[in-house]
């Protein structure tokens, strides 16, 4: 499978990078695109076109989110390469709207799994297409943020976007 390759870099949440295969969106990265591919594991082949059309278009929906203008995404995502368990947290939290958020344990419950807050917080805090599935939009029961991929700053920053107030790390 051919794996194409993209960077964003914006100002609030620092360089982004992105790797899409035949089947859709594989990885989003809070890292320079050097750093994604030195770390990412993947084995480089020819790029993938549909790799690239995923790309493009994603490169043109996150600029438009990050600055207020876009609220969904509509890219292709490979599901296929993520596990079961987690797939379904990340499904559950690809259908949270913009501006709106859930708690660990809601998503735990909509799973039929009302024990598996912590199990479901793990799921997320691998999230291999952060900001895409937006797991920023996941908190604690408490309304804390907890836990991001490119820190705290980022989630609230990401919150604020969407209309929320957040101080000292909890949703106001």
Same mark, same amino acid.
């Given at each position: 499978?051919?794996?194409?390759?993209?960077?964003?870099?914006?100002? +609030?949440?620092?360089?982004?990078?992105?790797?899409?295969?035949?089947?859709?969106?594989?990885? %989003? *990265?809070?890292?320079?695109? %050097? !750093?994604?591919?030195?770390?990412?594991?993947?084995? !480089?082949? =020819?790029?993938?076109?549909?790799?690239?059309?995923?790309?493009?278009?994603?490169?043109?929906?996150? *600029?438009?989110?990050?600055?207020?203008? /876009?609220?969904?995404?509509? %890219?292709?995502?490979?599901?296929? +390469?993520?596990?079961?368990?987690?797939?379904?947290?990340?499904?559950?939290?690809?259908?949270? &709207?913009?501006?709106?958020?859930?708690? $660990?344990? !809601?998503?735990?419950? /909509?799973?039929?799994?009302?024990? =598996? =807050?912590?199990?479901?917080?793990?799921?997320?805090?691998? *999230?291999?297409? &952060?900001?895409?599935? &937006?797991?920023? /939009?996941?908190?604690? =029961?408490?309304?804390?943020?907890?836990? $991001?991929?490119?820190?705290?700053?980022?989630?609230?920053?990401?919150?604020?976007? !969407?209309?929320?107030?957040?101080?000292?790390? /909890?949703?106001?």
């Amino acid at each position: 499978m051919g794996i194409t390759f993209g960077e964003l870099t914006h100002d +609030s949440v620092g360089p982004i990078s992105f790797a899409a295969g035949d089947k859709g969106l594989l990885r %989003v *990265n809070f890292s320079s695109l %050097v !750093e994604f591919k030195e770390t990412a594991g993947f084995n !480089e082949s =020819a790029p993938s076109l549909t790799g690239l059309e995923v790309i493009g278009s994603l490169l043109a929906e996150m *600029n438009e989110f990050l600055f207020g203008i /876009r609220k969904n995404f509509s %890219v292709m995502i490979d599901w296929d +390469s993520i596990p079961q368990f987690q797939r379904d947290v990340l499904k559950i939290t690809a259908s949270i &709207p913009y501006g709106g958020w859930k708690t $660990y344990g !809601e998503i735990a419950a /909509r799973l039929g799994k009302p024990g =598996a =807050a912590r199990a479901v917080g793990s799921a997320l805090g691998s *999230n291999p297409m &952060p900001i895409v599935i &937006p797991c920023h /939009r996941v908190l604690g =029961a408490d309304k804390m943020l907890h836990g $991001y991929l490119n820190g705290l700053e980022t989630k609230a920053f990401l919150l604020s976007l !969407e209309g929320h107030q957040v101080a000292d790390n /909890r949703l106001v």
